[in-house]
Structure formats: C-alpha cells, structure tokens
C-alpha cells in the first residue's frame, strides 16, 4: 500500500510539474502583471522608472557632457546629420515629461530629496544648454527639427514655470526668447507641427514679446479645422492611425488654447472644448491598455514607447477624467504599462540610453527622422507624478481598468461615438 502511494505522488508530481514550471517562469515574464500594489507602491516605482529614463539626459546636461556622453543611435547607422538635433530632442522631450514632478513643493521626502535634486540639475542644464560658452549648447538655428523640440521645452516651461523657468537668471531667459525667435526662419511639416509653432509662439506671448500672429492664427484655426471627432484630430489633411494624437495634438492644442485665452487669442469657449476633446481621447488610451499591461504597436513613431498615452496622462494631471473613470484604474492600468516597459533593461544599453524600438532593441521599426534623442518622449506617461502623494489617483484602492474587467466577463460602460 506505501509503495503504491509512492507512485501516485510521484505520478501527481510529474503532472503538476509542467504547470509548477510554467508559473515559475511567469514570475520572471516581464509581459506578466505583478501582484496587487498599493498607491503608495505604485507611486515609489513610478519615481524610479522615471528617474531611470530621465537622468542620464539631465545629469549630463547639467555636467556639460550631452554631447559627449549620449549615443546617437538612427536606422541608418550614421549620426551624420542627427548630431545637430538629437541632444534637443533629448532635452525637451525629457523636460516635458518630468517638469510636473518638478513643480510639487519641496519635502524632506526621500522622494523630495531626489525631486530637490533632478531639479538643481535641471536649472543648471538649462543654463548650460544656451550659454554660447557651453559644450552642450544646443541647436536651435540648423534644420527644422527644433521647431518641434523647442515646442516640447516650451511645454515644460508651460507645465513647470516656478520651477524650471522663473528660476532662470534674466541672461538665460533672454537667450530662450532669443533662440525660439531664432525658429522663424524656417517652416516644418503641414501636419501636427503646426501646433509646435503655435505653442512656442503662445509661450513668447506670454513671456510680453510680441507674437508672430499668422503663425499663431494658422496654427489655430488649422487645427480646430483638422478635427474629425470623437476626440481624434486628422494629422494634416488626412487622418493617420497612429498615436500622434496623443504625442502632439491633443496635449499641445489644450496648452496653446490655455496660454491664449488670458490675452483673448483664445476663447474659455474654445479651451474647454479642447479639453474636452482631450479627455474623450484619453477615454480611447485608457481603453488600449491590455489586461496584462500591453498595448498595441500600430503607426508611426512605435519608438516613442508610452508617450502614447500622454492625453490620458494629462488629463490625470488636470484631475479631469470622466466620472466613470476611476482614478485608481488608471493608475494600476499605467502601472503595468510602466512596469512592463522599464522594469527590466531591454529598453537600455549598458549605459542606461534609451534604445531604438517598442520593447526591446528593434531598430527595424524606427522612422528615419528618428534618433535617441527622439526616444525621450516616453517620459510624457508620467505626467501624474505632478499630483502629490496624497492625491487619491495615488491613494485610492487599486483598481481593475476597462479591458481587466471587460475580459473578466465583469460590467463595462458601454462606448459611443461623443459629440464635441
């Protein structure tokens, strides 16, 4: 009888064991959702992964070694060319992302010892990036792609000014205004870019220069023009399936129409439309989200990474999500999307750069007009981080989000085209 009990566990044993094997190997799957956290959890691994990202471009700057110590990666091989752009890229991108992180009051947090620091390094960068003096003065007069990028360090300026603008020194503004200025004599691309002259120009309005007003109103009304509804804008005069209306259209429209509307370029009327625009959007990426934390890699600019979900995370920001959107459920949704882009390192080199490609090194699915500076979008996700610990997006139980409980057969809202 004990002998044939020895072979029945060894039989169930040998059952159970591809089943044992295949768990253990999901708890290293870097596409598998972690057990459940708690906000304050999530919060403290958001700061790292953004931290992660984000810190080789300001450390560097902030020494005076961008140029000398960031790789410059393109499709082709050659950084020719890109050599001229991509640090910009780098620095606006990367700014835009963590300047509402910056902008919270400073605590003796170990987190507000980190935040006091990227901050101090950031200022100092900032000095260095248009100080003639600099090896790490940045491009603003050659080729047209600083239109975009000084667009994306206005938007930092925008999200951020206590803490990354108004702290400038009068000579380092002034070579700001002078450098954005400087992007008049040249024009980009009759699409999304649009909307990076009108910022900027937006921005200099702001700062009491006077604006290039056809740049400003063809920005404007294009835009308006090219919306085709239910919260997506057309990029150009043919709507492209891709994620720029996350990247560029929504976020930025809602910023210029807020800095205008104080000097009557915009109306309350208009902005709070863009909002609203902007908020049905996030609706859409907040409906992308998987329920392991995946989402699709469709259209142009994959390499952006979660700078997808830039309109979901700004209207976090705002704390103006729908009501039948739970705070909570975004952020366990953008938890897991966090977690499993940057948890591990096939993001990174050695050195801790971004690399070409969605999640992992693919170069094969970059654009041409992509470099690694090109990568640091991907901080646009972390906008939340703007919202203090003691916010309920941060304290709120977890959270399933729409597609969690949609395939776990649980009740939905149900969709529908919204008129805006």
């Known amino acids: 009888m004990k002998k044939l009990n020895y072979w029945i566990l060894l039989l169930v044993a040998a059952m159970l064991m591809p089943a044992l094997t295949v768990q253990a190997k999901g708890k290293k799957d870097k596409n598998v959702v972690a057990e459940q956290t708690t906000g304050a959890q999530d919060r403290e691994q958001w700061v790292k992964w953004l931290w992660k990202i984000s810190y080789p471009v300001i450390h560097n700057l902030a020494e005076g070694t961008l140029h000398q110590n960031m790789p410059i990666e393109t499709v082709g091989g050659d950084p020719a060319g890109y050599d001229e752009i991509t640090h910009l890229e780098a620095v606006g991108r990367t700014l835009a992302g963590v300047a509402p992180w910056l902008a919270l009051p400073d605590d003796d947090t170990e987190e507000g010892k980190l935040r006091k620091q990227m901050q101090e390094e950031v200022l100092k960068g900032l000095k260095n990036a248009v100080d003639p003096n600099s090896p790490d003065k940045l491009n603003f007069t050659k080729q047209a792609q600083p239109i975009v990028d000084a667009a994306y360090l206005v938007h930092a300026f925008l999200r951020a000014p206590k803490a990354l603008w108004e702290p400038l020194d009068e000579v380092t503004k002034q070579r700001y205004i002078e450098s954005f200025k400087a992007l008049r004599d040249r024009t980009g691309a ?231």
């Open 190 to 420: 009759y699409n999304n870019w649009l909307l990076f002259t009108g910022l900027t120009e937006a921005f200099l309005m702001q700062q009491g220069e006077k604006a290039d007003q056809f740049r400003l109103r063809v920005s404007k009304n294009k835009i308006q023009e090219w919306y085709v509804g239910d919260g997506w804008y057309s990029d150009g005069s043919k709507f492209s399936m891709d994620n720029y209306n996350s990247y560029v259209l929504n976020p930025m429209m809602v910023a210029m129409m807020e800095t205008l509307v104080p000097f009557r370029w915009a109306s309350q009327k208009e902005y709070e439309q863009a909002l609203r625009r902007m908020v049905r959007h996030a609706e859409f990426c907040e409906r992308l989200i998987g329920p392991d934390g995946t989402y699709p890699a469709f259209g142009r600019s994959v390499t952006y990474r979660t700078a997808a979900f830039q309109s979901l995370a700004d209207a976090v920001l705002r704390e103006k999500l729908p009501e039948f959107i739970k705070p909570a459920q975004v952020r366990c949704a953008l938890t897991a999307v966090h977690r499993n882009m940057y948890e591990g390192n096939q993001n990174f080199d050695k050195d801790g750069w971004l690399v070409l490609g969605f999640n992992g090194h693919q170069p094969e699915v970059a654009d041409g007009y992509t470099s690694t500076g090109s990568l640091y979008m991907a901080t646009l996700s972390f906008l939340p981080l703007g919202l203090p610990a003691d916010n309920p997006f941060w304290t709120d139980e977890p959270a399933d989000w729409t597609t969690k409980k949609a395939w776990k057969g649980e009740k939905i809202r149900k969709d529908y085209k919204v008129e805006y």
